[in-house]
């Protein structure tokens, strides 16, 4: 008996990120116990193939994120100088985890009742969440540029929004339910809970770093100058500092963990450049998948220009992409891109 060959038409339809559809659409058990099998210094590992100089930063980290995996929610923060690597370290664990971390810009979120749209709740929108008998992991917030959102603003009463949203914020890392919108100018939303969920602060807080500074380093000249001086970033932050920059008092409070990143040299840079194994020269030849040569003079200028702009890593691959479009448009075929 002869079959008949049926033509079968897949379609992929789109799932929406608030239908219970979207959490079982692309994770499975296997990948639960992947994650489940990462140690701390696995996890570590990976950070620090690409994030440099901050080895402490990345332990901790990993320890973080190690207890999460176990069902031990955290609220830490990671405290440091522009160009340091804090989002480095937030990119390369949503390369480890990639349906768990999310990154979010809060410079300018603004309070309920305030112009503007990005607000509390829709940070959520977006993430993903498990529900009951789900082999999903909650979503771990990576929250940039906080050091912003803490700085008071006052409105023309005098009030201070800051502190509006921050409460805001409070009541969601205490571990409340949130109502998120499906759409920008949707007025349905999903109702998600927050007891679960993660959180890790991101800011430079360069003003208090240079205030820091000046009160170790005391009186330039006369009894009690200091012989050696303190650089901004050398002392590590603690939660005064943080409230002292805006953050109140209550939602400091749940920060379990400040971790302060080490500020980054011209010298620190510069060996970078030098790395093989890691590093920007290395991350720009997996993406172009060429080696990339560049001279011992563009790599002085690349990291003085790093260092003197505060564009840190970032700048140095930037400037190092200009230099490659150059060699590209050049030649085409060319197996190593040299640059002098």
Same mark, same amino acid.
């Given at each position: 008996? &002869?079959?008949? @060959? %049926?033509?079968?038409n897949?379609?992929r339809?789109y799932?929406?990120?608030?239908? =219970?559809d979207? $959490?079982?659409s ?8 992947d994650?489940l ?5 696995d ?8 994030v440099?100089n901050q080895?402490e930063?990345?332990r901790?980290v990993a320890?973080?994120?190690?207890q ?6 955290f609220?830490g923060?990671?405290a ?7 989002s480095?370290?937030?990119e390369?664990l ?14 300018n979120?603004?309070g309920?009742?305030w &112009?503007?749209? @990005? %607000? ?5 929108r977006?993430?993903s969440f498990p529900?009951v =008998?789900?082999? $999903?992991f909650?979503?771990?917030l990576?929250l940039?540029e906080?050091d912003?959102?803490?700085a ?9 929004v ?7 914020f409070?009541?969601?890392i205490h571990?409340?339910e ?13 109702m998600i809970?927050?007891s679960?969920i993660s959180f890790?602060f991101?800011g ?7 205030e ?10 006369g009894?009690?100058a200091?012989?050696?001086?303190i650089?901004a970033y050398?002392?590590?932050f603690?939660?005064s500092?943080i409230m ?13 963990k400040i971790?302060?990143?080490n ?7 510069r ?10 020269i ?6 172009f998948?060429?080696p990339?040569?560049i001279s ?5 200028k690349?990291a003085h220009?790093?260092?003197s ?5 970032r ?26």
């Amino acid at each position: 008996m &002869s079959m008949e @060959k %049926k033509n079968i038409n897949i379609v992929r339809n789109y799932i929406p990120w608030y239908s =219970d559809d979207y $959490r079982i659409s692309y994770f499975s058990e296997q990948r639960k116990k992947d994650y489940l099998s990462y140690t701390p210094q696995d996890i570590y590992s990976e950070l620090v193939k690409n994030v440099v100089n901050q080895d402490e930063a990345c332990r901790k980290v990993a320890v973080m994120m190690y207890q999460h995996l176990r069902g031990h929610r955290f609220v830490g923060m990671l405290a440091g100088p522009t160009g340091s690597g804090k989002s480095f370290i937030a990119e390369n664990l949503k390369k480890i985890f990639p349906d768990m971390v999310y990154i979010r810009d809060i410079s300018n979120v603004t309070g309920d009742g305030w &112009s503007g749209g @990005k %607000k509390v709740r829709t940070l959520f929108r977006g993430v993903s969440f498990p529900s009951v =008998d789900d082999v $999903r992991f909650e979503p771990v917030l990576f929250l940039d540029e906080c050091d912003k959102m803490f700085a008071p603003k006052h409105s023309s009463s005098g009030e201070n929004v800051s502190e509006s949203v921050q409460s805001e914020f409070l009541s969601v890392i205490h571990g409340g339910e949130i109502a998120v919108p499906y759409q920008d100018s949707s007025s349905k939303s999903v109702m998600i809970g927050t007891s679960g969920i993660s959180f890790l602060f991101a800011g430079a807080f360069d003003r208090k770093a240079r205030e820091i500074a000046e009160k170790e380093n005391g009186p330039a000249l006369g009894f009690g100058a200091h012989r050696t001086k303190i650089a901004a970033y050398d002392r590590e932050f603690n939660a005064s500092d943080i409230m002292e920059a805006g953050c109140i008092s209550e939602l400091c409070g749940r920060i379990q963990k400040i971790i302060s990143l080490n500020a980054i040299g011209e010298d620190d840079y510069r060996k970078m450049l030098d790395e093989t194994e890691r590093g920007p020269i290395h991350e720009l030849e997996k993406e172009f998948g060429i080696p990339i040569q560049i001279s011992s003079e563009r790599k002085d200028k690349l990291a003085h220009e790093a260092y003197s702009s505060g564009l840190g890593i970032r700048g140095i691959k930037n400037r190092i992409r200009d230099q490659i479009d150059e060699v590209i448009w050049n030649d085409q075929n060319a197996k190593i891109l040299d640059i002098a």
